[in-house]
């Protein structure tokens, strides 16, 4: 239980010329760094050979990197991040991926579902995800919103569903943005980006491996949501498990972080949703720092949307992992 996080911008699905991206690693560094990150994983399509421009000078010039993998297959992708040992990827196949996945953590790995709902062939083979995955226990975090403009994409909305899914059938699995970052458009798009809760000053990448396997996550276009959940004397991140019983939920909205960011393209918070179980909205707070008391003795996950418009379409414009209760 931690009374306080240091929320920082990041990014965790990058490509570069090691395989189909189209700039160095020291180019994505300064995007990156441009872009207000903090933090930024590698993820070079079945490849991590981008660790030999992984300097300690480029790091020191722009942010901590993290070079980790994309497993790229004909059945999904899966991003793998803090392994200490390499996994094969080539023989995964839809019924053992889970055998595939336990075997990344017991390598001290990070899994996570890369656009679970993107087009599959013919339009890009392998995507999607195809991977029967039994449990669903074994992936520490999934893609919800991916690409430009996510929140406005079809994938997004399935993605979301099935996500709601396995939070309603017990699994603790965080979201996350991946930009999915191959190169940049000739015009201006709002990209989001994952928000880690550290719980030092520093931003490190075991500071941020550590954040991302404790389920502290958001996903957001805009402003940055701070969501904590106080019950007696204890207070609980998000990632977290509570008691059931009354509880109070605590709210942090900065609409000035990163605000020269999304401004331009028409993005403004409107309010903040608590959704629960079921994916039903359980209270609504104005756009700002806020609280409410809620009988949580029936839920067992609860997380907030920030909403709003983006241009003239109403949509989500950040999402928080969940505060579990039991």
């Not at 087009?119 to 669903?136: I, K, Q, S, T, Y």
Request: hydrophobic share 40%; charged share 20%.
């Amino acid at each position: 239980m931690n009374n306080a996080l240091n929320w920082r911008a990041c990014e965790l699905h990058t490509h570069t010329y090691n395989s189909d991206g189209s700039q160095t690693l020291e180019e994505l560094c300064r995007k990156a760094k441009a872009f207000g990150l903090e933090f930024l994983a590698l993820t070079d399509h079945n490849t991590s050979s981008g660790i030999y421009e992984n300097t300690p000078e480029l790091q020191r010039e722009t942010l901590p990197v993290h070079v980790g993998i994309e497993w790229t297959t004909f059945f999904g992708h899966m991003v793998v991040l803090g392994a200490k040992k390499y996994v094969d990827w080539r023989d995964a196949v839809p019924s053992n991926i889970d055998e595939k996945m336990k075997a990344v953590r017991e390598a001290d790995g990070i899994i996570g579902v890369a656009h679970p709902f993107r087009l599959g062939a013919p339009m890009c083979c392998g995507c999607h995800w195809n991977f029967l995955v039994r449990d669903w226990s074994l992936p520490h975090y999934m893609e919800i919103w991916s690409g430009d403009s996510p929140t406005l994409r079809q994938e997004t909305v399935l993605a979301l569903e099935f996500w709601n899914k396995k939070l309603d059938e017990g699994f603790h699995l965080t979201p996350s943005y991946g930009r999915d970052w191959h190169s940049d458009p000739e015009t201006p798009r709002p990209f989001a980006c994952t928000m880690l809760g550290f719980t030092g000053d520093a931003v490190t990448v075991d500071g941020a491996l550590e954040a991302l396997r404790a389920g502290r996550t958001h996903v957001t276009l805009g402003p940055l949501v701070d969501l904590t959940v106080r019950s007696g004397e204890n207070c609980y991140n998000c990632g977290e498990t509570a008691p059931r019983g009354t509880v109070t939920v605590r709210l942090r909205c900065d609409l000035n972080f990163r605000r020269q960011h999304w401004e331009p393209f028409g993005i403004v918070p409107e309010g903040i949703n608590l959704i629960g179980n079921g994916a039903r909205t359980v209270a609504t707070l104005p756009a700002g720092d806020g609280e409410a008391t809620l009988d949580a003795s029936a839920l067992t996950w609860l997380r907030a949307e920030l909403v709003g418009t983006l241009g003239a379409q109403r949509t989500n414009l950040a999402v928080t992992a969940p505060v579990y209760f039991a």
